[in-house]
């Protein structure tokens, strides 16, 4: 049967089925009603500096500055000279939100609490990039996940691992792919100011240690999330709405010049963006389309509440209320199965394209992710 959720034997019936340990990621299985989504909150921010240290505040925070109509952004200059990137090979887990939770505590507690059990009043706690991740993932033909959940009192902690394929890629990244992944931050440097009154400064350096980062709180049918998200900028009118509703993403692109590109750009990207900004409530991304050469030849708003409308007319397109309900049967997957509570243990789950979701468990192993002074800080 085409709507085979749960694999269960068929010579039982009028028996209730095993449980599976395995989750389809199968379209057909999530085209139901959109899941409750809770307006996402903002419970706080922090700033990664240009060594990639952690701050409790806003000291990252840039501002958008309407560019020019044509405006011709030369997204090559300064990769030679000017850049400073982040270590890629420092893997930092869900260290800087740990820290955040740590340095909020007292702001967290739940309303009805002094419960020791379970001190922090959410579900789960992570990345907004490895929900992102779990949204697009009955669209995603490419690239498998592997992500570890660690119950510890009471919230269960997503952090995600490398794939050995990811790993290999990004080990083995032509020189041209390197150079087009400074373009996105260089577009970010033209687009933005420091302060509310000044303005972009592109003879400046570009350093991707640098981040401002939103921690929203929101809850996803009855799942509790508490998850925090690099954010590029936020609106400089001071008339703007709080955040998150005044924060903007900022993309490039390749420009669009045949309707197979259109098609595309709606099929995989929109998908992307949309995912990715839908969740913490950011309600646009501005996208520069750049040439071959690294020219953004124009700028375009996207309403991200208007996504869906622009991607009506798209054959077998995706739809934002599969991609709800998948992220929601995910949760309920893991809240069933990851029931040991203990920092030590890991349940690893693992997705490849057209694969269910499967999982292992791992104890005191080289997965293991919640820090020593973490589980201190939580216990005491
Ligand atoms: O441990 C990991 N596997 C990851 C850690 C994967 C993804 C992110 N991170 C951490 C980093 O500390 C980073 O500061 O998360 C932070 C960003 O979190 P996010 O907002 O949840 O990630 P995502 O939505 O995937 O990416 C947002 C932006 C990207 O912008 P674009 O426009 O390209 O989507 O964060 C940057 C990138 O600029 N970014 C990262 N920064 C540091 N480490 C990473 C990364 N691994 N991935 C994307
Ligand atoms: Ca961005």
Not at 274 to 279: D, E, I, K, N, V
Request: with cysteine; glycine share 4%; net charge positive.
């Amino acid at each position: 049967p085409s709507n085979h959720h749960l694999h269960q034997s068929s010579s039982t019936p009028r028996q209730t089925p095993p449980r599976s340990q395995t989750l389809s990621t199968r379209r057909e299985v999530y085209e139901r009603d959109f899941p409750l989504y809770k307006q996402p909150v903002e419970v706080g921010c922090f700033s990664l500096d240009s060594q990639r240290r952690f701050f409790n505040d806003s000291r990252q925070m840039r501002y958008y500055v309407e560019p020019e109509r044509s405006p011709s952004f030369d997204l090559r200059d300064g990769y030679r000279e000017r850049y400073v990137k982040r270590d890629e090979n420092v893997k930092e887990k869900l260290d800087h939100i740990l820290r955040w939770i740590v340095a909020n505590r007292s702001k967290l507690k739940s309303k009805l609490t002094t419960n020791a059990s379970c001190p922090l009043d959410f579900d789960f706690v992570t990345w907004r990039g490895h929900l992102t991740k779990l949204l697009t993932t009955p669209y995603e033909t490419r690239e498998g996940w592997l992500l570890a959940v660690t119950r510890f009192n009471g919230t269960l902690y997503i952090s995600e691992v490398e794939t050995e394929a990811a790993c290999r890629e990004r080990e083995n990244r032509p020189e041209r792919n390197k150079e087009m992944m400074y373009w996105g931050y260089k577009f970010e440097q033209y687009m933005c100011a420091d302060s509310t009154n000044s303005t972009p400064d592109p003879s400046g350096v570009v350093n991707t240690n640098e981040a401002f980062c939103t921690v929203v709180q929101t809850r996803l049918t009855d799942h509790k999330l508490l998850f925090s998200g690099e954010v590029d900028c936020r609106d400089r009118d001071p008339g703007a709405p709080p955040p998150p509703a005044c924060y903007m993403e900022l993309k490039t692109s390749a420009e669009i010049c045949t309707p197979k590109q259109r098609s595309n750009f709606h099929r995989f990207k929109l998908l992307k963006w949309w995912a990715q900004s839908f969740l913490p409530g950011v309600p646009r991304v501005v996208a520069g389309f750049r040439d071959h050469d690294g020219t953004v030849v124009s700028v375009e708003t996207f309403q991200i509440s208007k996504i869906s409308q622009v991607i009506k007319n798209e054959y077998n397109c995706w739809k934002p209320t599969v991609c709800m309900n998948f992220c929601c049967d995910f949760l309920s997957f893991v809240k069933r199965e990851a029931t040991e509570d203990n920092p030590s243990v890991v349940y690893l789950f693992s997705w490849e394209p057209h694969n269910d979701v499967t999982y292992s468990v791992h104890r005191d192993s080289r997965y293991s992710f919640l820090p020593d002074w973490y589980i201190k800080e939580i216990t005491r």
